[in-house]
């Protein structure tokens, strides 16, 4: 039962889970600028009177903006239609929706060798999830199996698997300290006006929990790789 298990993770969870892995990397770091443009983003700034009275803040209607990694999407108010910015790797976000009190300058984005890390990490991770794929099901692949079943072969594609998981998740980890430090700036700022202080709020987007449930779903296939490359190493000693 175990063994049938461990078979059936390896040769079709681990792919889908990997595929899966591979969207929400690309969710997060394509949105809001090219797609999802106001229900995905890394930081949000959305009308809010939490930080300049206490109360229930619902129904606040006023500007808002989403940012990303290639840009932001912004709107004057709730009704209004959104307008994006031109992606690029070193985005400048459009925040002339804000009004002149708000701490816009406290809002950029970061190095522009950030997103092309990300970039970079998900391109390993579409190698690696082709790879894999192919070697977990090289029994049917006819005269092709052999090439798969090739240690070096294997062993490529665990390491490109893991530096891009490597690469990946560092560098969410760098954007999310980026745009936490920005928050965190943003609102003791205009906390700091009190009440003549504009009714906004910024916040981190649902991006970054894109991120974190991608590369937990990409440690599986990698763990699965990098597992069967060990117990091939320790057979040949």
Sequence with gaps: MIAGLSKAVTLYLAPLLALTAILLSLFALLAPTLLLHDRVALLTVVPSTALIQTGSSK???????????LGSCSKTNNAA????????ISPLYDLSVLPGSAPNLLLSAPAASTPAFVAVAISFSIIFFFTFTLISFRHHMGKLSGVFEKPMVQRLSAWIGFFGFLIGITSFLIIRMWFGKAVQDFNASIAAQ???????????GNAFTMAWVAYAFYAVP???????????????V
Excluded: H, R, Y
């Excluded at 129904?59 to 990694?69: A, I, K, R, T, Y």
């Excluded at 009190?194 to 981190?204: C, E, H, M, T």
């Design 194 to 204: 009190g009440k003549n202080g504009p009714q906004l709020i910024a916040d981190l």
């Design 222 to 236: 990698i763990i699965a790789s990098l597992a069967k490359l060990n117990v091939t190493a320790t057979k040949n």
């Design 59 to 69: 129904g606040v209607d006023g500007p808002s903006v989403f940012m990303g990694l």
């Design 81 to 88: 239609s959104i307008n994006c910015t031109e992606a690029s």
